[in-house]
């Protein structure tokens, strides 16, 4: 174990010297040293260029920048010129755009010291089109990352932006290249993550990895770790489409409740990561027909900790829109939901990214979501990263059942796909 780290009296994690709480069971700790100063990384991520295939993707130098106190402008010393408030970095919060239908928001949350998650995202500008959206999300008990988490959404999302397959007129074909895709891109992510690892390194940078792709009514998506993927359905049924690499979603497979698997010391911790020590790359795959409109969601932890079941976070959805009409802008929409889920505590990093289907002429009307009881956060305790397991052997995520869900669940890259 290296100098800066210890153990949790309480779950036996790993945990720095400095921290005040343990990430994985939550614990309040003693912090034993001062956090060393690190040099100040911004990473403005606010602005479009074009890319191959008329997608879109932020790059070039910031635009101005928002108090998220009262929105005010921002100047060049960090604070607002309206009300005075210190604006956090731009890693720390930040914000995409790249079409009207797609945005996503990044956020440090309450708790943390720096922002670990990462996203990166890309769209075609006509709605229900082509679009990427990557979440990364970095394991804090790892040194460096948050510049390994967000290295790996960049590569990802290149992949997946200049490797589209196109003009392929049978659907399962089109299905089999995009899942191909995937594979391809988590082996780039993963290579970005080692190019931001200290060789000497006794706790390597690693990061979760959560992504969607959109062509028209396909919705194809890729896991590995526990940041995740749902479809929030204007009528019918919300869904969560991918499957956690985690201990709570093996003891969800054994029988256990959600609520008890999601909330017990040590259950989140991420049996299969990116990094130089990862066990598997191979990600998880599936894919959706898009059966009416809704939004597509990518988010971390920091997210659906508060709100895991997909009827709950739809419940969040809906209240938003009823009390925000302008958060039919994805991007508005997307800083809402982190803005509510520091609200419940804000104890992880938070990443909503989103893309829009259909206009929101039944969205949030019908008649499950009205009926709904509150979502009640405050009752669980919010789940967080662990680090990696590396006691036993690691299970395969293609061997861990989902929740009852119908008949798009997620497939290992290469096994058939489903119908």
């Known amino acids: 174990m290296s100098d800066n780290l210890a153990i949790c009296p309480s779950c036996a994690t790993p945990v720095a010297t400095w921290e005040a709480f343990c990430e994985g069971c939550g614990a309040t700790l003693t912090p034993t040293e001062v956090r060393p100063e690190e040099p100040a990384e911004d990473t403005p991520i606010t602005r479009s260029v074009q890319m191959p295939g008329n997608s879109t993707v932020p790059d070039g130098p910031p635009l101005v920048r928002s108090c998220l106190d009262c929105g005010g402008a921002i100047d060049a010393d960090g604070y607002c010129e309206q009300c005075g408030s210190k604006a956090p970095s731009e890693r720390d919060h930040f914000a995409e755009s790249p079409a009207s239908w797609v945005g996503g928001v990044c956020d440090r949350g309450i708790r943390h010291h720096r922002n670990e998650d990462a996203m990166a995202l890309s769209a075609d500008p006509v709605p229900g089109t082509h679009s990427v959206l990557v979440v990364c999300d970095g394991v804090s008990s790892a040194e460096n990352s948050h510049l390994a988490s967000m290295a790996a959404a960049k590569a990802a999302r290149g992949v997946l932006v200049a490797q589209h397959p196109v003009g392929m007129a049978v659907p399962e074909s089109q299905i089999q ?36 792709e959109t062509d028209g009514d396909l919705i194809v998506f890729a896991n590995i770790g526990d940041s ?58 599936g894919h959706l027909v898009r059966p009416g409109n809704g939004w597509l969601l990518v988010c971390s932890d920091g997210l659906w900790n508060y709100a895991s079941d997909p009827d709950s976070l739809e419940t969040v959805f809906a209240r938003i829109l009823l009390d925000k009409p302008e958060a039919v802008d994805p991007t508005i929409l997307a800083g809402e939901l982190v803005r509510w889920a520091n609200a419940q505590g804000g104890r992880d990093n938070i990443t909503a990214a989103l893309a829009r289907f259909g206009p929101l002429d039944d969205f949030p009307g019908h008649v499950r979501i009205e009926q709904a009881s509150p979502v009640q956060p405050d009752e669980s305790t919010p789940t967080v990263h662990t680090g990696p397991v590396r006691t036993g052997p690691e299970p395969r995520a293609a061997d861990l059942p989902s929740d009852p869900v119908p008949d798009f669940a997620p497939q290992p890259t290469g096994s058939p796909l489903a119908d």
């Open 177 to 212: 290249a995009m899942s191909a895709t995937f594979a391809e891109a988590v082996r780039v992510a993963n290579d970005a993550v080692i190019a931001e690892t200290d060789p000497q390194s006794a706790n390597a940078a690693s990061c979760t990895f959560a992504a969607a």
């Open 228 to 285: 995740r993927v749902y479809w929030m359905a204007d009528s019918g049924p919300s869904l969560q489409l991918s499957i956690d690499d985690s201990v709570a979603q093996m003891n969800m497979a054994a029988g256990m409740p959600r609520e008890e698997a999601e909330t017990g010391p040590g259950s989140h911790a991420i049996t299969r990561w990116l990094g130089v020590d990862a066990p598997d790359l191979m990600p998880t795959t």
